[in-house]
C-alpha cells in the first residue's frame, strides 16, 4: 500500500525531492545577482559578526515549545552549576559542611572546602546568565553565538571575506541549535570554541600586520581557554608557540596584559578551594577519589550508557591491569576515537577532507595542531568532544579550505548538502510530532534535549515545591543502582536552601542530621531507582 500522504510519499522520498529541489535553486542562484550579493555582504564585517551571532540564539529559541529549556542530568552539570552558584555567592570556595559526609557526590570536594573541582570558565559563563535573566542557560546561548561569530572573524585571518562567511554559515549548523554544546551545562565546548577561535584568528594578523591589539586578543583568547580547559591549553600554548617561532617575547608583553588577570584568578581559586596556591581543584579531587588511569582501548559504554556500580568497578580494575605503557594500546584507542571526529564535520565535508590532503603541506601548522590535540587528548583515559573544543575553529577552516580546492560545481553541491541536512533536521524539530520520532530517531550527533528528558527529575522538583516549608530529603538507592544516576546535589549554601538532599546512611547516622537541622526541616526520604521515582515520609 502507498504511504498514507496526499503524493504517495514517503519520508525518504520527500527528502530526496527537497534535496533536489535545494541543488536546483542553487545551480540558478549561483550564477544570478545572490551570488554577488552574498559576497558583498561577506565584506560587511560587523554585520556579519553580528548576523552570525543572533542567528544560532533565535534558532535554538525557535525550537522552546517541543525542546525547552535544558534541566541538568548529567554529574558534570550539577558541579559546573555549583561553580556558578558559589561565584554568585562572591566567593571562590564555600567553606565544609559539620556533616559532609551525607553531601558526597560527583566532581564536588567536600575538605578542605566544599566546591567544583572545575576552574571558574564555564561556571562564570553560567552565573552571567544568571545574572542577567536568572536563567543559567542564558550564558550557554551567548556562547554558542559568540563562537559562531569568533569563527567567521577567525576565518576572515585565513581566507577571503566570502570562504569566511560561508565557513561561519557551516559552524552555524554544525555547532548552533543543534549542537550537545548548546544543550546541556557541562564540558564548556562552546566557550572554549569562541576562545580558540581568537587565538587562531589572532596569530594570522600579528604575522600580517603585528599590531598590539591582536596580541591582546590573543591574550584574552588563551586566558579565557584556560579558565575552561586547563590541561588542552598545554597544547594551545605549543600551537602559538610553533607558529609564531620568532618575535614571541615582543608579542608576551601584550597579551600578558589579558593574562596576568587570568593567571591571578587561577592562582586565588587554588588558594580558596585547596589552600594551596599551587594544587588545581581537580587536581585535589583526583587524588582524593581517584581515576582509572589507562591506556588501553576505550570501552564502548560513555557517560550515556547506563552502568552499573559493579560493572564500573570491573571496568576500572580491568583498565589498571593493562598498565599504561603499551604503545599498541595506545595507537588501537587513537583509532578507536576516529569516531569521535564525525561531531566535527557533516558528512559531505569529508569530500572536502580529502580535497584538504592535496594541499596539506602547504597548512603544515594546521595538521600539526590538530594533531598534537589528538595525540595529547589520547592520553587521558576516554575522550568527550569539548576536550578539542578549542580547535573547532580549526576543523572548521579544514573544511573550507577543502571546498576551495574543489571546483565550484562540487563545492556547491557539498554546501548544498551541508545545509540540507541541517535544515531537514532542525525543520523536524521545529515541527516535531510523535508521528516523526521514527525518523528522528537516525539522526547523528545533534543531542536536541526533549520535553520528556530528565522527565523524573522534574516530576520530582514538582511534588517537593508543593511541600511547604523546609525540607530535608534523604537519597536512598538500591542494590542495583546505576551509580551515573545522581540525586544529591545541592548548591553552595546548603543549609540555607529550602529543599536539602543527603544521602542515606542508615538510620543511625541520618539521626544525626536530622538533628543537625533541630527538626526544622519536614524529613523525606526519595527512592529513585524504581521504574517512578518514589518520595515519602522518612
Known sequence: ?????????????????????????????????????????????????????????????????????????????????????????????????????????????????????????????????????????????????????????????????????????LTVAEFGPLCQWTNSYW????????????????????????????ALLLGVGFG??????????????????????????RIARYAAVALIPVMLVILLQNRAVTHSWVTLPEALHRYQYGIPITLTIEPIPTPHVALTHEQAMDLRAESLQHGTDSIGRFCLRLAYRIRYYRFFFLPPLYV????????????????????????GTNLFPYLLVHYLAGVAGLFVLMSVIGLQRLRGEVALVLIVLCFGEFLGWYGLHLFERPELYSILRYETWDSINHEGQARKRVAVNEQLAEIPGKVLVFVKYSERHIYQDEWVWNGADIDGQRVVFARDLGRDEDANLIQYYGGKRKVLVLEPDGIEPALSNY
Open 187 to 214: 564540558g564548556g565546548g562552546s566557550l572554549a570554541a569562541a576562545a580558540g577561535c581568537l587565538v587562531f584568528g589572532a596569530l594570522p594578523r600579528i604575522r600580517d600586520y603585528g599590531r598590539p591589539r591582536d
Open 224 to 249: 579565557a581557554h584556560v579558565l575552561t580547559r586547563q590541561f588542552e591549553s598545554v597544547f594551545l600554548l605549543i600551537a602559538i608557540l610553533l607558529f609564531l617561532r620568532k618575535g614571541v617575547w
Open 352 to 375: 572536502a577532507l580529502v580535497a584538504f590532503m592535496w594541499v596539506c603541506r602547504r597548512w603544515w601548522w594546521l595538521v600539526a595542531t590538530l594533531a598534537m590535540f589528538a595525540l
Open 1 to 169: 500500500m502507498p504511504p498514507d500522504s496526499g503524493v504517495g510519499f514517503a519520508p525518504a522520498d520527500w527528502a530526496l525531492f527537497l534535496i533536489t529541489g535545494l541543488l536546483l535553486l542553487a545551480a540558478f542562484a549561483w550564477h544570478s545577482p545572490l551570488q554577488r550579493a552574498f559576497f558583498a555582504l561577506a565584506e560587511r564585517k560587523r554585520t556579519c559578526v553580528m548576523g552570525l551571532f543572533l542567528t544560532p540564539i533565535v534558532m535554538r529559541l525557535l525550537l522552546l515549545p517541543y525542546h525547552p529549556v535544558p534541566v541538568a542530568d548529567i554529574y558534570d552539570e550539577f558541579s559546573q552549576l555549583l561553580m556558578a552558584d558559589t561565584l554568585l555567592h562572591g566567593r571562590l570556595a564555600n567553606p565544609p559542611h559539620a556533616l559532609h559526609q551525607f553531601f558526597e557526590t560527583f566532581f564536588v570536594l567536600q575538605q578542605p572546602t566544599y566546591s567544583s573541582m572545575y576552574p571558574v570558565g564555564q561556571g562564570a559563563l553560567l552565573a552571567f546568565g544568571r545574572l542577567i535573566s536568572g536563567v543559567a542557560w542564558t550564558g550557554i546561548l551567548l556562547a554558542t553565538g559568540s563562537f559562531c561569530a569568533a569563527c567567521y572573524w577567525m576565518l576572515r585571518g585565513w581566507v577571503t571575506p566570502g570562504w569566511a562567511l560561508l565557513g561561519g554559515l
